[in-house]
Structures are given as structure tokens and as C-alpha cells.
């Protein structure tokens, strides 16, 4: 099964910052990749899919990239509401994998 | 509104059977492929099965395969997943999601339900 790595697995930034997460694949998943965003007691979100897809609805400030391998996540002006743990997740074959999750913090 | 409401979570003892129901309304839910994932207390998400928007194709975890079974009825719009032989390791909420038409990603998901498997 494809193993996602997720980096950092935590992070403090301050409203207004840039923010960047990774994710890396064990093996060639194309754009297969989705980005979800989870604040506590609640379900996940959809924030992008096939890697570089705005879900609709989501903010603009929001950006996927990469493709293959390595793909990243970035926030490009931290808000207040974005404070949340964020996961990647990849859907080639026949099983479904997440990353381990990156918790944004307020510093 | 697109809704998905699960149910069924609840206390059990190792061993044991529980079956989670997840109710859809708001959709054509017999043109769309589902999903169950979990997330053990204070840990990340698991996925656990598929099953394809007409009920042939399932796919499960290597953790679940063989005591899990996924099921659907499209005539009520629910989606049920019979959970056998439970353990410890089990214990998690129970999300189920509606799958994306171009694929892959979960584009609705219910609020959860809460198992734990415990003496």
C-alpha cells in the first residue's frame, strides 16, 4: 500500500503568515491526492483534490501543488478560522491511504 | 441540503458485533460510491472500506478485512457497515463519506459516530 509522510507534523504561525505542508508518497500516485482540513469534534473537510483542485467554497488563499511523489499544501495568508489539523490522502488502486496530519498552531 | 447521518456507535466488549447505519438525504445516492473512515481517539484518519455507487465493488483495509462487511441498499438511501470479531484497536469515531463522481477524494461526510470496544 502507498505510505503518505506528512511534514511537519506540527507547526506555530501567526495570522498573515505563509504556510507550507508536505506530503510525500511512497510511489508515483500521479494527481491523486486530496488535502482535508479537520478543527476538533469535527469531520474533515474537502479543501483540494486531484492535487491541485479547489474544492468549491474554499478560500483562494489556499493552494495545491506537486504531483508524483511529492506534493505540497500551502496557505497563503494564515486567517484565524485555518487554525486545524490538515491531512493529505492519496486514492490510486484499490486502497485508500491519509498522511499522519500537520496541526497548525497559533503562535 | 446534502446530509449524511450515521448511527449505531455505542459500547461493546471484545469480540462482539456492532452494525453502523448512514442515513443520506439531499443527493442521488445511488450514483455515488461511499466510504467509511475512522479516527481512533486523539489520532489521525484511517480509511476502512468502499463500496461502489451499485454495491459490487468493495474494498477494505487490511485491518478490517474479513471481520468488516460493507453493504448498501439504494431503494433507502443507507449505506451499513456490519463490524464482527471487534477489538480493542477498533475503538475510533465512524465517519461515512461520499465519494467525489470524478473520484477518489470525499467531498460529503457525516458527523461521526462514537465505537468503543472495551470489557
Known amino acids: 500500500a502507498v505510505q503518505l509522510t506528512q511534514s511537519p507534523s506540527s507547526l506555530s504561525a501567526s495570522v498573515g503568515d505563509r504556510v507550507t505542508i508536505t506530503c510525500r508518497a511512497s510511489q508515483d500516485i500521479g494527481s491523486t491526492l486530496a488535502w482535508y482540513q479537520q478543527k476538533p469534534g469535527k469531520a474533515p473537510k474537502l479543501l483540494i483534490h486531484e492535487a491541485t483542485s479547489l474544492e468549491s467554497g474554499v478560500p483562494s488563499r489556499f493552494t495545491g501543488s506537486g504531483s508524483w511523489t511529492d506534493f505540497t499544501l500551502t496557505i497563503s495568508s494564515l486567517q484565524p478560522e485555518d487554525f486545524a489539523t490538515y491531512y493529505c490522502q492519496q486514492f490510486s488502486g484499490d486502497s485508500l491511504t491519509f498522511g499522519g496530519g500537520t496541526k497548525v498552531e497559533i503562535k | 441540503q446534502v446530509h449524511l447521518v450515521e448511527s449505531g456507535g455505542g459500547v461493546v466488549q471484545p469480540g462482539r458485533s456492532l452494525r453502523l447505519s448512514c442515513a443520506a438525504s439531499?443527493?442521488?445516492?445511488?450514483?455515488?460510491?461511499m466510504h467509511w473512515v475512522r479516527q481512533a481517539p486523539g489520532k489521525g484518519l484511517e480509511w476502512v472500506a468502499f463500496?461502489?455507487?451499485?454495491?459490487?465493488?468493495?474494498f477494505y483495509a487490511d485491518s478490517v478485512k474479513g471481520r468488516f462487511t460493507l453493504s448498501r441498499d439504494n431503494s433507502k438511501n443507507t449505506l451499513s457497515l456490519q463490524m464482527n470479531s471487534l477489538r480493542a484497536e477498533d475503538t475510533a469515531v465512524y465517519y461515512c463519506a461520499r465519494e467525489l463522481l470524478r473520484g477518489g477524494a470525499f467531498d460529503v461526510w457525516g458527523q461521526g459516530t462514537m465505537v468503543t470496544v472495551s470489557s
Open positions: 439531499g443527493f442521488s445516492y445511488s450514483s455515488y460510491a
Open positions: 463500496i461502489s455507487y451499485d454495491g459490487i465493488n468493495k
